[in-house]
Nanobody, 123 residues
Framework: QVRLAESGGGLVQAGGSLRLPCAASGFTFSSFSMGWFRQAPGKEREFVAVVNWNGGSTDYADSVKDRFTISRDNAKNTVYLQMNSLKAEDTAVYFC????????????????WGQGTQVTVSS
């Protein structure tokens, strides 16, 4: 069955960096765009970034552009989110997900989700 497992979350000071890996299994990883979303307490889950099947195309939310980088390693069935210059407002649970459509931004176009990893940025 499809499984997505995020890791790498934790507590970091503002201005710091974290790298979140998401290990995928149970499907042909290289055939799908993969995305990252986040959800802060009391807020809706929001789009962060997406990468196409071979890593050649990406898209980002305006709030993270130029600070976050999404990438993938198809040999390892893993998608990554490198987060730099972290801010307090980046505090959320971060989820990786498999896109049902190419480079999707809407959460309704994602069909499988991981359990999430908590990122807390202290100011």
């Amino acid at each position: 069955q499809v499984r997505l497992a995020e890791s790498g979350g934790g507590l970091v000071q503002a201005g710091g960096s974290l790298r979140l890996p998401c290990a995928a299994s149970g499907f042909t990883f290289s055939s799908f765009s993969m995305g990252w979303f986040r959800q802060a307490p009391g807020k809706e889950r929001e789009f962060v970034a997406v990468v196409n099947w071979n890593g050649g195309s990406t898209d980002y939310a305006d709030s993270v552009k130029d600070r976050f980088t999404i990438s993938r390693d198809n040999a390892k069935n893993t998608v990554y989110l490198q987060m730099n210059s972290l801010k307090a407002e980046d505090t959320a649970v971060y989820f990786c997900a498999r896109a049902a459509t190419h480079l999707a931004r809407s959460r309704y176009n994602y069909d499988y989700w991981g359990q999430g990893t908590q990122v807390t940025v202290s100011s």
